[in-house]
């Protein structure tokens, strides 16, 4: 009788220093865990379920370059897939003036024969002007009139290349009455 009631006192203390030992091993695993009392998963009609009980009443937030993590929460593995692009320098581009009342000059200085993709849009992503071209010198300088646009604040986005060797640049422009 007394070593039942032992055991069942020492069990919920044995159970959680078993998972922080698992938790602790895992932590350079690159998955969401989390200390539990119960739960699991389970795959129905081509989706998967997760569930727990039990989760610790602390919330932690841990966030790096590319990656946050919130202890407490079911987290799913994310992969995304996506086209890198470097900066384009202050050098190889320059855009003004900002604000403007209308025309917006882009001095681009870049390589004979680089394409060079011009958009702007808005903050809700509505695109108002597209031009795609290529620079003969890479330094022939452009024009985007923003006369006819309302008052308010849009981005200019800016790519010279070609994608897989692409270079990019988004500017917010105010455009003033």
């Known amino acids: 009788m007394f070593k039942s009631m032992i055991m069942m006192k020492l069990l919920p203390l044995v159970l959680f220093i078993f998972g922080a030992t698992i938790n602790f091993c895992q932590a350079q695993v690159p998955h969401a865990a989390t200390v539990n009392a ?3 998963s389970a795959q129905l ?3 998967t379920y997760e569930w727990s ?3 610790m009443v602390l919330v932690n937030t841990v966030t790096t370059t590319n990656l946050v993590v919130t202890q407490g929460l079911l ?3 994310l992969n995304t897939t996506g086209i890198r692009y470097s900066e384009l320098s202050a050098d190889q581009l320059k855009v003004y003036p900002n604000p403007t009342k209308d025309i917006v000059f882009i001095q681009p200085g870049l390589k004979p024969n680089t394409s060079l993709t011009l958009l702007v849009y808005d903050i809700s ?3 108002f002007f597209r031009k795609t071209l290529v620079l003969k010198a890479g330094t022939e300088m452009q024009v985007v009139d923003l006369g006819t646009y309302a008052a308010g604040n849009y981005l200019l986005d800016i790519i010279a290349g070609t994608t897989g060797a692409a270079s990019r640049s988004t500017f917010k422009i105010q455009k003033l009455n």
């Open 38 to 40: 119960a739960g699991g």
């Open 45 to 47: 009609g081509g989706n």
């Open 53 to 55: 009980v039990g989760e």
């Open 75 to 77: 987290q799913p593995i």
């Open 125 to 127: 992503g509505r695109t």
